[in-house]
């Protein structure tokens, strides 16, 4: 495999040293081959909310698994699964099933551009999309960690229409609009984002980004594949109170099963084919072992939300981190909504990818391989954020503190 890995954010690329290789997973705990275990901050990039092998989505999955893995013909589960998320997330009237979240934006940007009719979309730096060819630009996280902003093979003619621009910055986009408001597509955002380190957005660029794209007849397109039912059981926009036209959802969406969706308004989703001519199509779409995990998931999350308890977590270590690098005398920024966060080694507040860039990555680094040998796996890069479970308590959230008072005193 290309590096090792089949994903560059595993390659520990951005704190240096070879990765581990996972053996387990239990609750809030990841087992290596050579036998550590740690206490566990990635939850696969953000999917874990539930914890590693929770028994309720396990037995789901075996379950499904008997009556078979796949039919490409529809099935009540798909018809559950979309159910679930027109309940739980304000935006989304009607929905369709894909396999990744690179695969929601894709097909987002697409419809957004077959129902409007226009070709260029807004982006901004430091915000990740996946890597679909057109939104591989200034993309944040493994790209920015691995020094690729822009990938080889992307075509100029493919990115010539996306405008990248920075983020909350409401008079940048007001002034993209007035030049070329007629032409814009759709904006898609991350409405916190994860994918340059945790970064809040500010009310006004929210308001301003809704604002403009209504005006000017554009899509606003909330990328939740992260933030979707992880930092509130609606997403970002119900936190927010900002509803978007199109959503995509991801990461926990699936349970950890590779499942993703866009939905929105009904008017625009009825351009999709069948029902319109907008082409989107997948084998493998609805799976039912990925249904199975995904209303498994999604019905504990709506059952017995979990939020109020990872907020509590959040804050727990937010507060434990800051003190220890203040005691330290280390330069910090911690950014956080509920149970997504990020400790920046920056003196400033991290609002936009050109503040997050001028962060020690070096230092960063360092403090990885401190907490990694004390048993906390933390994020392999700066500008990737941490996600907490519900399977973690307070034990491991002091246990953690504690880990990173060591750490933040050698280096
Ligand atoms: C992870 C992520 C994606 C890509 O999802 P994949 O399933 O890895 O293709 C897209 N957008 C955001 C905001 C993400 O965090």
Redesign the pocket.
Known sequence: MPGGVN?PARAFGGVGGKPVVIQRGAGAWLYDIDGNRYIDYIGS??PMILGHAHPVVTEAIECAARLGTSFGAPTVAENEMAELIIDLVPSVEKVRLVN??????MSAIRLARGFTGRDRIVKFAG?????VDSLLVAAG?SAATLSVPNSPGVTAGTSQDTLILRYNDPDGLREAFDQHGQSIAAIIL?PVV??MGCVLPTAEFLAAARQLTQRHGSLLIF?????GFRVALGGAQSLFGVTPDLT?L??IVGGGL?I?AYGGRADVMDHVLPAGRVFQAGTLSGNPLATAAGIATLRLLRDDPPYARLERLGARLELGLHRAAEQAGIPHHVARTGSMMTFFFNSCPVTDWDVASRSDTARYGRYFWHLLDQGVYMPCSQYEALFISAAHGDAEIDQTIQAAQAAFASC
């Open positions: 994903s990039w953000g990744s979240g690179t695969e929601a934006t915000n990740y999309h996946g890597h996280s991350e994860g994918n990328d939740e594949v992260m933030t995509t991801g990461k590779p993703a």
